[in-house]
């Protein structure tokens, strides 16, 4: 019912509905994304993790009357917003097999509705929002390390999506939430496994999700380059995958760093030349 009332809005083609498109689907993104956080580190699934639906009704004209008819909404849940570290994740990966929990089946479902969201939310031209809230999903970045395969599949499907709509407007997005997302999910996409019988990422896709992230990678300073290549090489070689291959930027910056330390070291000599014959 949402996905109809989304279309008709868009198909309508005033700037109103539009809008209201665009704010209901960045307002489910983020609750959403704030439910599927909650269930990967909550031990209970949320009471309303089946109600996505209504959060997004709601927000819509005539969408409270609707969503009476879907059980109505239940109490919210706060986001949580503690983030736990990348770095302690990464090397308390979950061994995959483990047992369902109800849990589980919580945050797959709340996966694959924040991968509906996004998809619409691209279709509404409404990703800028999502691009912001998703660098700053440190949390949810996090402890995605540790969620089980099918729920990793999802976030990586996601996450292709954002950063390929990133490089489209990459010379219009703040530097920080280039930044941000790179630094923040290229360990989900080292470490991340299928989990099902078929790729989540075609061999194309991944492809040119490397070229798409090489790309988005040169537009960035050779500081924030640092960070984000050297986190990336030391994942790059403790996993068993080759996806993503980002030795192209890698290479790209060791040389241009290799010139700037001789400049570095010529404009130095000079200025302690200077110092002394004054």
């Given at each position: 019912?949402?996905?109809?009332?989304i279309?008709?809005?868009t198909?309508?083609?005033h700037?109103?509905?539009?809008?209201?498109?665009?704010?209901?689907?960045?307002?489910?993104?983020?609750?959403?994304?704030?439910?599927?956080?909650?269930?990967?580190?909550?031990?209970?699934?949320?009471?309303?993790?089946?109600?996505?639906?209504?959060?997004?009704?709601?927000?819509?004209?005539?969408?409270?009357?609707?969503?009476?008819?879907?059980?109505?909404?239940?109490?919210?849940?706060?986001?949580?917003?503690?983030?736990?570290?990348?770095?302690?994740?990464?090397?308390?990966?979950?061994?995959?097999?483990?047992?369902?929990?109800?849990?589980?089946?919580?945050?797959?479902?709340h996966?694959?509705?924040?991968?509906?969201?996004?998809?619409?939310?691209?279709?509404?031209?409404?990703?800028?929002?999502?691009?912001?809230?998703?660098?700053?999903?440190?949390?949810?970045?996090?402890?995605?390390?540790?969620?089980?395969?099918?729920?990793?599949?999802?976030?990586?499907?996601?996450?292709?999506?954002l950063?390929?709509?990133?490089?489209?407007?990459?010379?219009?997005?703040?530097?920080?939430?280039?930044?941000?997302?790179?630094?923040?999910?290229?360990?989900?996409?080292?470490?991340?496994?299928?989990?099902?019988?078929?790729?989540?990422?075609?061999?194309?896709?991944?492809?040119?999700?490397?070229?798409?992230?090489?790309?988005?990678i040169?537009?960035?300073?050779?500081?924030?380059?640092?960070?984000?290549?050297?986190?990336?090489?030391?994942?790059?070689?403790?996993?068993?995958?080759?996806?993503?291959?980002?030795?192209?930027?890698?290479?790209?910056?060791?040389?241009?760093?290799r010139?700037?330390?001789?400049?570095?070291?010529?404009?130095?000599?000079?200025?302690?030349?200077?110092?002394?014959y004054?």
């Amino acid at each position: 019912m949402a996905d109809k009332i989304i279309d008709e809005n868009t198909k309508c083609g005033h700037l109103e509905m539009l809008q209201v498109n665009r704010l209901a689907l960045a307002s489910a993104f983020a609750r959403t994304s704030g439910l599927l956080y909650s269930s990967l580190k909550s031990p209970r699934m949320s009471e309303d993790s089946w109600m996505w639906p209504s959060r997004i009704l709601q927000s819509l004209p005539l969408g409270s009357f609707m969503a009476l008819s879907l059980n109505g909404l239940s109490t919210f849940f706060p986001w949580v917003g503690t983030a736990t570290s990348l770095f302690q994740n990464k090397r308390q990966l979950a061994v995959p097999g483990h047992e369902e929990s109800v849990n589980d089946l919580a945050a797959e479902k709340h996966a694959q509705e924040l991968l509906w969201i996004t998809s619409k939310m691209v279709e509404c031209g409404a990703v800028d929002e999502a691009l912001v809230q998703w660098s700053l999903s440190s949390g949810l970045a996090s402890i995605t390390l540790l969620s089980n395969l099918r729920v990793q599949g999802f976030i990586v499907k996601i996450t292709a999506i954002l950063i390929g709509e990133l490089n489209k407007v990459k010379h219009e997005v703040p530097r920080q939430v280039k930044f941000n997302i790179l630094v923040l999910w290229i360990p989900l996409l080292c470490y991340a496994e299928n989990g099902l019988s078929y790729p989540v990422l075609t061999g194309y896709e991944r492809v040119e999700m490397e070229k798409t992230m090489n790309e988005l990678i040169s537009t960035l300073p050779s500081i924030d380059q640092e960070v984000i290549l050297t986190n990336w090489m030391q994942d790059f070689m403790t996993t068993s995958s080759d996806w993503p291959n980002l030795h192209e930027s890698y290479s790209h910056w060791c040389h241009s760093t290799r010139q700037f330390i001789p400049r570095v070291m010529h404009e130095g000599g000079k200025l302690c030349e200077r110092t002394l014959y004054t």
